[in-house]
């Protein structure tokens, strides 16, 4: 019981920050299926963002993509990737390097751009969204993990100050991958957010070389289960899990959920899942993720809800008790082939 509570309070927020999506029950039957009520759920559209270097041209770049998001007609949960952090609040846009000669932006650029997305989905359709402000862990860009954390949290807090609107509510979000940092910089990072800002913090994370099955608890570059689990729920009673389920094999899937097990073993409680992440799209824009002789990661975003459904119901301390999320991640039509 204490389980399914936790379950039902995450529903309620949920249900609390997107008013007209209902999520009526269980997620999956005993037998891992996935029910009507999830496939209600349509999937929504996110974006690899690449402002421009003025405020006014990110403001146009996001009030484009976000009418274009609302003539889908469908409400939900968005991320907008931004990209990398460096010194002097500097931003680098998402896919490239540290050494790249890309024009960076700042936090006001961020703002601008959010402001106008929201009142392009505000003009352009009548639903509902909760909209996560994202950066990476990439901790190439001479800026500590606490610094950076606590930085993105007073940007999100100024985008939502300046970008008022019923329909939609901001929130933060995090793309920490073990192969991107040290742990002890992602969990700063995280921490820090907590610590500045109430808005909830979406972690649209991956678990890159954690068990798949049994207990272990080690992952790649250092990292743990524990490390993953507090970056992703730990951290905060408003810290959510959106992992990437890029992987048509599934075995994402069930590294989240055995890092959700690992929760429930220790004593912590699952993890608190929002949904899945997946970029179907961008892997079709980019044409790069069907690689000769690996498993592809390009994973719709139906299927991705399914295979981290099917494995959190695996185990009836983990099973969700609302229907999870899908997201899937899109390059802006100027950079497809970038």
């Known amino acids: 019981m204490r389980v399914r509570g936790w379950w039902s309070t995450v529903g309620a927020v949920l249900v609390a920050l997107i008013p007209t999506v209902v999520f009526p029950g269980p ?17 929504t559209t996110s974006h690899y963002m690449v402002l421009a270097a003025d405020q006014g041209g990110s403001h146009r770049i996001g009030y484009r993509t976000g009418c274009a ?38 936090g006001e650029s961020v703002v601008a751009a959010t402001s106008g997305w929201v009142r392009g989905f505000t003009a352009c359709g009548s639903g509902r969204a909760v909209l ?3 950066v990476s862990n990439r901790n190439d860009g001479g800026v500590a993990g606490a610094e950076a954390g606590a930085a993105w949290a007073r940007v999100v807090e100024r985008a939502v100050t300046a970008s008022p609107a019923e329909r939609v509510t901001v929130a933060g979000a995090f793309d920490g991958e073990p192969g991107y940092s040290d742990p002890g910089w992602a969990r700063g990072w995280v921490d820090a957010y907590v610590g500045v800002s109430s808005r909830a913090l979406y972690a649209a994370a991956s678990a890159d070389g954690c068990p798949d099955g049994g207990t272990g608890d ?20 408003g810290v959510y899990a959106l992992p990437q389920i890029y992987r048509v094999d599934g075995i994402q899937a069930r ?32 044409r790069a993720c069907t690689p000769g002789g690996r498993p592809a990661t390009n994973n719709s975003p139906t299927a991705a809800r399914e295979q981290l459904t099917s494995a959190l119901a695996g185990d009836p ?22």
Do not use: Y
């Not at 289960?225 to 729920?233: E, I, K, R």
């Open 27 to 43: 997620a999956a039957a005993s037998d891992g299926t996935t029910s009507d009520a999830a496939a209600e759920l349509k999937p």
């Open 69 to 106: 998001d609302a003539r889908q007609g469908t409400s939900g949960l968005r991320v907008l990737f931004f990209g990398a952090q460096e010194a002097q609040g500097r931003i680098r846009p998402p896919g490239t390097t540290v050494g790249s000669k890309t024009v960076r932006f700042g």
């Open 132 to 134: 996560a402000l994202g």
């Open 218 to 237: 080690r992952c790649d570059n250092g990292w743990s289960v524990a490390d993953v689990f507090h970056m992703s729920t730990g951290a905060g009673r």
């Open 255 to 286: 590294q989240w959920a055995t890092i959700s097990r690992w929760g429930v073993r220790t004593g912590r409680g699952p993890l608190r899942m929002a949904g899945a992440l997946s970029q179907e799209v961008a892997c079709r824009q980019k």
């Open 317 to 338: 301390g983990t099973r969700s008790a609302v229907p999870l999320l899908a997201t899937d991640v899109a390059w802006p039509d100027d950079e497809a082939e970038g």
